[in-house]
């Protein structure tokens, strides 16, 4: 699954760098696939009723205690969720190459990552390459390894990179994320 160079040059944005380099500027294309843009959860029919509940409660509780502000956040979460509920997530590139990480329309060089670590437990549906910048207020890049053989990942970074070998579990964040289904 490689990506399509020449249309792919012009559109490619760079982190801290001069936007008019073309694809070859950021390396030769080492491994790549396509990841869905955020993950899909089935939800049943009650998981919605609970949600509805959850969200009555909310606002209920904000007109109690005069915070709109709050009753306007739950509102548009409660939106949010349910516009992306109905569509399909879009599929983006994903590429390691020789100078960085080309995510969409985004490169990273590898310069801006403190490391990287893989969580692979297939049995428990865990399969994720994680990569954490050196600037602390930027998040985790989360990136979901689908079917792709772990083994050949690790070699190509830790070429660039250090490894976190400490992170033996996804994070907490997304670990709540996948039981709530959001």
């Known amino acids: ?22 694809m070859a500027d950021f ?4 491994i790549s696939w396509e990841i869905p843009e955020h993950e899909k959860y089935y939800r049943t029919r009650r998981w919605y009723i609970i949600a509805a509940t959850v969200s009555l409660i ?6 109690f205690t005069s915070n709109f502000l709050f009753a306007v956040i739950v509102i548009i979460a409660a939106f949010v969720l349910i516009l992306r509920d109905g569509q399909e997530p879009n599929k983006i590139n994903f590429s390691l190459t020789d100078e960085g990480v080309i995510l969409g329309k985004k490169f990273y060089d590898y310069d801006v990552f403190k490391n990287f670590s893989i969580v692979y ?3 428990l549906e865990i399969k994720n390459l994680y990569f954490e910048f050196k600037n602390p207020v930027h ?3 989360s990136i ?17 990179l250090a490894e976190d070998l400490e992170r033996t579990d996804q994070p907490l964040s997304e670990a709540l994320a996948k039981l709530f289904k959001l």
């Open 27 to 30: 390396g030769a294309t080492k």
């Open 58 to 63: 909310l606002l209920i509780f904000s007109f």
């Open 139 to 141: 998040p985790r890049l």
């Open 121 to 123: 437990k297939p049995n």
């Open 1 to 22: 699954m490689s990506i399509n160079m020449e249309e792919e040059s012009s559109q490619i944005e760079s982190n801290g760098f001069d936007n008019s380099r073309s």
């Open 144 to 160: 979901p390894l689908l079917n792709m053989n772990p083994l050949p990942i690790r070699d190509n970074l830790l070429k660039y």
